[in-house]
């Protein structure tokens, strides 16, 4: 491994591994657990290339290898604020499922633009289901933990 002393910079190539809490401190998100999104491995990442948000860029700048830092990121810097227009209602018949969907479970649904979307049932009435297409962290604070595993320095 390469001297890090003077910690990551821009251009050096990282491996970090994450967490993210909710603001009621449960684990949302972590890069060591093997999910759909991680098969827990560290994440690597080229500092300045675009791919990661500025507050995580700025927070991994200067940091070394070993070291862990905390960042918290507000609504807009993370999943968004929640918007109540993405809350709406649609017919059951709308829906080509072979079973009935339950309160509280994520669907697909087609949009009338032809895209899909991932939304949660909030509650059926009739042959109504009220959903809400909002990210499940949209509008929370959620606090990070990043730990900078190793640093690759950029070519010179």
């Known amino acids: ?21 909710t603001p ?12 759909e999104e991680h ?6 990442i080229v500092l300045g290339d675009g791919s990661i948000n500025q ?3 700025d927070t991994l700048i200067g940091m070394k290898a ?12 993370a999943y968004g604020k929640y918007n109540p227009k993405l809350v709406f209602s649609i017919r059951k018949s709308f829906l080509s499922f072979k079973y009935d969907p339950q309160v ?15 939304v949660k049932v909030l509650d059926i009435a009739g042959k109504k289901i009220k959903v809400d297409g ?3 962290m949209a509008g929370k604070e959620l606090t990070y933990e990043l730990e900078m595993l190793e640093i690759e320095p950029a070519a010179e």
């Not at 491994?1 to 967490?19: E, I, P």
């Not at 098969?39 to 690597?44: A, K, T």
């Open 66 to 77: 070993g070291e862990i830092r905390e960042v918290k990121l507000a609504p807009e810097d």
């Open 55 to 57: 507050v995580f860029l």
């Open 134 to 136: 909002n990210h499940p």
């Open 1 to 21: 491994m390469a001297d890090d002393s003077a910690g990551a910079k821009l251009g050096d190539r990282v491996k970090v591994h994450f967490t993210t809490r």
């Open 24 to 35: 009621e401190g449960e684990i949302f998100e972590s890069s060591r657990e093997v999910s």
């Open 39 to 44: 098969d827990g491995s560290p994440q690597e």
């Open 104 to 118: 509280g479970e994520m669907i697909s649904i087609k949009l009338p633009n032809g895209n899909k979307a991932l």
